[in-house]
């Protein structure tokens, strides 16, 4: 009787040590996660590079295959890699479900081809948003002659199709892009939706300014948000 007090004890102890165990606080939340799974949405919010590329892309085909509803770009980059970013474009353009883009804070360099690369009529920033547009750049060191000319060769090539991809999504001449974007071309929201790099300024996630002219001069708005749009 005098052996079995202390083992008692000792069983209400562990008792006491497994229930605290359980009680342990929850993981904390993973918005982007959350957002991901319950809304579609995918964030390119850093530099555009390899990594990040593998994941917006593995993002969009899963998405994808799950069902054809629009997705959600959130952009905020200053750009990045030309090749990395053209994975992200071509996944845009080829899987089945639009991509709605939505940039916020900023869209530089290749990340404002991904901006203008979003499902026409969906493509949005926020009010002081800024887009930036430039022909690419190289770096080299110490390079031989020969080498540095293939290089610009390339360079150039890479750059006619990012001018390419601005033209068909922008409707602008390539002529006029390869002018302007000779040196760093910065736009406010409201420029680049003259531009026609995006079609709203978003003023609330629950409603949307529109104002897209057409050729007639006209506001034209999107199917969706023409009823709860108002006139900026």
Do not use: W
């Not at 499902?119 to 540095?148: C, Y």
């Amino acid at each position: 009787k005098k052996k079995s007090a202390p083992n008692a004890k000792k069983k209400q102890v562990i008792a006491k040590l497994k229930k605290a165990a359980a009680k342990k606080p929850p993981a904390p939340v993973d918005p982007e996660k959350v957002l991901f799974v319950k809304n579609r949405v995918v964030f390119l919010n850093s530099t555009v590079d390899i990594k990040m590329a593998r994941s917006i892309v593995a993002r969009l085909l899963y998405l994808d295959s799950e069902n054809n509803q629009p997705i959600q770009l959130i952009i905020n980059s200053p750009g990045g890699s030309v090749s990395s970013g053209l994975a992200i474009y071509d996944t845009m353009k080829a899987i089945s479900s639009p991509v709605h883009t939505y940039v916020i804070g900023r869209a530089s360099s290749m990340a404002a081809i991904l901006a203008a690369a979003g499902e026409p009529g969906h493509r949005h920033a926020t009010r002081h948003a800024q887009i930036m547009i430039h022909e690419i750049s190289f770096a080299h060191r110490h390079s031989k002659i020969t080498d540095l000319r293939i290089r610009m060769e390339n360079s150039e090539t890479v750059n006619e199709v990012l001018v390419g991809c601005l033209a068909e999504d922008t409707h602008k001449e390539k002529d006029k892009l390869r002018k302007l974007m000779q040196r760093d071309h910065y736009m406010t929201a409201q420029e680049a939706l003259g531009f026609n790099i995006i079609d709203s300024i978003i003023t609330s996630f629950g409603a949307q300014k529109v104002k897209s002219p057409d050729q007639d001069g006209k506001t034209q708005a999107s199917s969706e948000t023409k009823n709860r749009a108002q006139p900026q």
